[in-house]
T-cell receptor, first 112, second 113 residues
């Protein structure tokens, strides 16, 4: 059983650029959730994907968007990057109807 | 919206000592999760509690959800340096297992050898 993987591990971008982060869910899991964790804070829910559709969204603007693919892997896209977007981005996978989410190691994004 | 408050924010204990971290919710908790995080890394699942009064243990870590389901505690017995890290409590947004979690701000634990 493979765990949740994310790529890249680290990324540096400048303000106004666009970024794509990737997540491969744990084997057998069909739901992926994305979180943003600023330094010294708990993770904040961005959105969740199930069956390739967005299934709930937190308090994040539309420039945060995502995709889920038939193999349940997922992408998080952020357009028009702002300095405050600098954070650790975590994805978590789960099996719909089961409680526990398993997290990947995260992607550290720095916006200059 | 529901908020989770963790206390203390940080904790330094001597190896071998016991400690407790608390997580208090402004609303009824339908699912309460405890995770551990090493600095800058992903979250490691520890335990999940659903029923009021429920208590679960794994190795030297015990978590409990109070009867009113608005507070949870995480207790570590005979702490070791390997217990050091950031402990996060998370609660499900909805009344079921939606998987959309809100988290407390975390409690940073240091264990001095």
């Amino acid at each position: 059983e493979t765990g949740v993987t994310q790529s890249p591990t680290h990324l540096i971008k400048t303000r106004g650029q666009q970024v794509t982060l990737r997540c491969s869910s744990q084997s057998g899991h069909n739901t992926v959730s994305w979180y943003q964790q600023a330094l010294g804070q708990g993770p904040q829910f961005i959105f969740q994907y199930y069956r390739e559709e967005e299934n709930g969204r937190g308090n994040f603007p539309p420039r945060f968007s995502g995709l889920q693919f038939p193999n349940y892997s997922s992408e998080l896209n952020v357009n028009a990057l702002e300095l405050d977007d600098s954070a650790l981005y975590l994805c978590a996978s789960s099996l719909r109807g089961r409680e526990t989410q398993y997290f990947g190691p995260g992607t550290r994004l720095l916006v200059l | 919206s529901q908020e989770l408050e963790q206390s203390p924010q940080s904790l330094i204990v001597q190896e071998g000592k016991n400690l407790t971290i608390n997580c208090t919710s402004s609303k009824t908790l339908y699912g309460l999760y405890w995770y551990k995080q090493k600095y800058g890394e992903g979250l490691i699942f520890l335990m999940m509690l659903q029923k009021g009064g429920e208590e679960k243990s794994h190795e030297k870590i015990t978590a409990k959800l109070d009867e009113k389901k608005q507070q949870s505690s995480l207790h570590i017995t005979a702490s070791q340096p390997s217990h050091a890290g950031i402990y996060l409590c998370g609660a499900d947004h909805g009344s079921g297992n939606t998987g959309k979690l809100i988290f407390g701000q975390g409690t940073t634990l240091q264990v001095k050898p």
